[in-house]
């Protein structure tokens, strides 16, 4: 940014650093001292999506996030969501889970060390030590005992945890896609299923995969067959930009079959992506009376689903918005990325969600859920635990299964002898740029306000351009 200076010091930290935005050092996704700078200086400051606020519906419900050997509880207390650095303030043993990903209730008994018995109420309170007539007074004063407590913040039906207290707040990092996000009843989603494998890659490769629809073509075939002119419009050799998909050697009635088709490909492949009732309810509309001209039609057409899954669901109890208002109002991309490693993919009510977290240079834990909404008081059991799967499994949805045959073997390519960048297409896989450029400035120490500020630059950036970030 202006006030900030990416002098050769700061540079020198970093043995990768991104120098031309359309050249990604393939070090980036298996150097061991880059993974180390992303440990110290990334990790640390960013807001992390830690649990989704169903998890813990009742007072005294808890949650265990762990990230890079940092471990934090997320507890619903009387007055709200806190969260704690997971450590007993006697000899540092875990207070609550300890493996990751576990989860209790603690009302009655607080939270008690598994080791010596010490206790913490849900304001992280030290209430009880065995044998405290053991111990120096100061050594057990009332600040010195208390749990350490670590940055939390709502939005959208999770929590965020923040390990940097002088970090901008949630909202003044991500910017304005927050707010479109909640137009689109992002805090009225359940999760219905959520499914977990170890990818053997670095986490920036998991992501980029769905930074972009470059790959649909080969990658997931169905989808292209289904809307050729839709992906050819944007990737192919096809000119005139993306407007509605329509095929303009096929009647008005072969083009809304082609429509649904491609929505059942995405319900199947996806699940939240676009959901089972989403393309029932367009089913119905599949002999509507349209116009005669193939764009107005398609457009037609889809402001009657979009009608119809509004007032159908509405009817059943759903709190879903107007769609075709919000549309209009706050519209959104087909994938928003939360920096640094959070998805969002809405079509119509639904959504599906990805998150990424490093286990090692190589190596990451990928979860996806299915997000809906559901009328008050129908609500299935909320999955408190990921299903995990072998990355190759034939159990996952379609659509993640085929990126997931990608993504390993595009981690070995970067190994190969003479590959030394990826090289990005300028105007469809800036993200990947963008996103790699905010993370160097982590790396270089730039200031939260203006980190800030290049990061919120990612809102609808799917399929976007390379960035001037300020950077």
Not at 201 to 224: C, D, R, S
């Amino acid at each position: 940014m202006a006030d900030f200076d990416f002098a050769e010091a700061a540079l020198a930290a970093n043995p990768l650093p991104v120098r031309d935005p359309q050249l990604i050092p393939a070090g980036r996704y298996f150097d061991e001292e880059f993974f180390r700078l992303e440990r110290e200086r990334l990790w640390p400051h960013v807001w992390q999506m830690a649990c989704r606020l169903e998890q813990i519906p009742e007072v005294g419900d808890w949650i265990e996030y762990s990230n890079l050997g940092q471990s934090v509880v997320v507890v619903r207390a009387k007055d709200g969501i806190k969260a704690f650095h997971n450590h007993c303030r006697h000899r540092g043993v875990p207070i609550a889970g300890g493996k990751g990903n576990e989860h209790g209730n603690c009302r009655k008994q607080g939270f008690i060390c598994p080791f010596h018995g010490w206790r913490w109420n849900l304001e992280g309170e030290c209430t009880f030590v065995y044998g405290r007539q053991l111990f120096d007074a100061d050594l057990l004063e009332k600040d010195e005992l208390a749990l350490r407590a670590c940055r939390v913040e709502t939005w959208g039906g999770c929590a965020f945890i923040n390990h940097d207290d002088a970090a901008p707040s949630l909202r003044e990092t991500l910017g304005p896609v927050l707010g479109a996000l909640e137009a689109h009843g992002m805090d009225d989603l359940r999760s219905e299923w959520w499914f977990a494998t170890v990818l053997p890659a670095n986490w920036k490769i998991a992501m980029e995969a769905f930074m972009e629809g470059y790959h649909v073509m080969k990658t997931h075939p169905q989808l292209q067959r289904a809307l050729p002119s839709l992906f050819n419009s944007r990737y192919g050799n096809d000119t005139g930009g993306v407007g509605v998909p329509i095929n303009p050697n096929q009647t008005v009635r072969e083009n809304i079959a082609a429509q649904i088709q491609n929505l059942q490909l995405l319900s199947e492949g996806m699940g939240g992506m676009c959901h089972a009732k989403e393309v029932a309810i367009a089913r119905q509309l599949a002999d509507v009376e349209l116009p005669d001209d193939l764009e107005t039609a398609v457009q037609a057409w889809y402001g009657m689903v979009q009608a119809q899954i509004t007032e159908q669901l509405r009817a059943k109890g759903e709190n879903v918005p107007d769609l075709n208002a919000v549309c209009v109002s706050d519209p959104v991309e087909a994938v928003e990325f939360l920096f640094p490693h959070y998805f969002l993919l809405p079509t119509f009510t639904s959504m599906a969600s990805y998150r990424i977290r490093p286990l090692g240079p190589e190596s990451c834990l990928f979860e996806i859920w299915s997000l809906t909404h559901f009328p008050k008081g129908e609500e299935p059991p909320v999955p408190m635990e990921p299903t995990i799967l072998p990355y190759d499994s034939q159990d996952f949805p379609m659509i993640p299964r085929q990126d997931y045959s990608n993504i390993p073997i595009q981690q070995k390519g970067l190994h190969s002898k003479g590959f030394e960048f990826m090289r990005l297409a300028k105007n469809i896989e800036g993200l990947i740029s963008n996103y790699h450029r905010v993370i160097d400035a982590y790396i270089a120490g730039a200031p939260p306000e203006q980190l800030a500020q290049a990061t919120q630059k990612l809102g609808y950036n799917f399929d976007g351009r390379i960035l001037d970030l300020g950077l």
